[in-house]
Every structure is written in C-alpha cells, then in structure tokens.
C-alpha cells in the first residue's frame, strides 16, 4: 500500500505551513501516511518563526529541527493533498505545477469539505472535495499570514490553522491513516 502523502504549502515556509505539518504529523500512522511543508518563496534552511514555533508548542506541537524549504514542481507532483495557506498560494502552486489542481485546496477550504463529502478510502476524499469545491468557494478559505507581525495575528494563524488539522486528521483517522481524535487547546 501507497503511503497518503500531505503537503503543506504557505510563502515562507517558517509559520502557516510548519505548523500545520508538526501539528499533524504526530496524528498520522507512520508507514501509512507522511506529511511535510514548503514554501513558494522560502527562507530555505531557517528555523520556523519563534512566535509561530510557540504557539505551535502551546498546541502540542514541536518545531525541533525544523528547516524551511523551497516547493519544487516534484514535491507537489508527488503529493496526494496539497493544502495551502491561502487560495493565492494555491494559484502559485498550480501555476507551477498545472497536474495537482485536483488535489490542492486551502487548508480551511478542504477542511470546510470534510463536512460535505463522502468517501471510501483517501484518494476518493479528495477526488469528492475537488468535486464540491465550488461549494464552499464564497467562504473566507485564507490563513492570516502573521509572519513579523502581532501576536494576536500568529494566535488567529495558529487557531485556524489547528482547527483546519484537526478536521482533516479526524476525517482521515477514518482511513487508518491518523489516530482517532484529540483536541487541543491553544495555551494562554
């Protein structure tokens, strides 16, 4: 069996996208599933912004070796889901790589699906929420970007972007590629 593989996508690589892959990664079932980040304009080789790191860490997370990276047209080829940042990130995935336009969403907009679809296995969850995309198109499918901005902006960022996770985690767990269910709080 193919491992599912999920791609998080934001600019720099160093907030939205970092927290989404550490925030998942410890749901997925290794061997089964993977998930990894990059950025479309990357501070290649940083650590992940230390605000958006402590946050992530409020949540359970770790940013522990974390390095930013540049998305190449292999990575998103080579991704089952790709889930972006914001819907004009994910123009510039699609823009570079044409092929994946069935299988890259906004984390928010795919996580908004999870609630619309029906499927029997990963790959036909996808298939069916690039189905019904257009029916959650006129929603707000974004992430603030907090990068060198407020602390109030990476709490929002890292609010949604663990909400978006923690949906698709849950609808994933139905695959036996994610443990079942664990919320968490975002620490005061």
């Given at each position: ?126 298939h069916a929420a690039a189905t019904h995309r257009a029916e959650v198109s006129s929603e707000d499918l974004d ?5 060198r901005r407020s602390q109030a902006l990476h709490r929002l960022a890292a609010t949604h972007m663990g909400e ?25």
């Open positions: 069996m193919a491992v599912f593989h999920v791609l998080f996508v934001c600019i720099g690589n160093v907030c939205r996208s970092p927290m989404g892959e550490r925030l998942l990664a410890p749901r997925l079932v290794p061997g089964r599933a993977a998930v990894s980040s990059a950025g479309v304009g990357a501070l290649v080789g940083h650590a992940m912004d230390a605000s958006a790191a402590e946050f992530l860490e409020s949540m359970g997370g770790s940013a522990q070796g974390f390095a930013a990276r540049r998305l190449t047209s292999d990575m998103a080829l080579e991704a089952d889901l790709i889930l972006t940042a914001t819907k004009d990130i994910r123009e510039r995935v699609l823009q570079m790589a044409p092929a994946t336009l069935r299988r890259t969403f906004t984390a928010v907009e795919f996580a908004k699906l999870m609630e619309l679809v029906s499927a029997a296995d990963a790959k036909s969850l996808v992430i603030v970007d907090p990068y978006a996770v923690d949906s698709i985690a849950d609808r994933l767990s139905e695959f036996g590629l994610a443990t079942p269910p664990t919320r968490r709080a975002l620490g005061e």
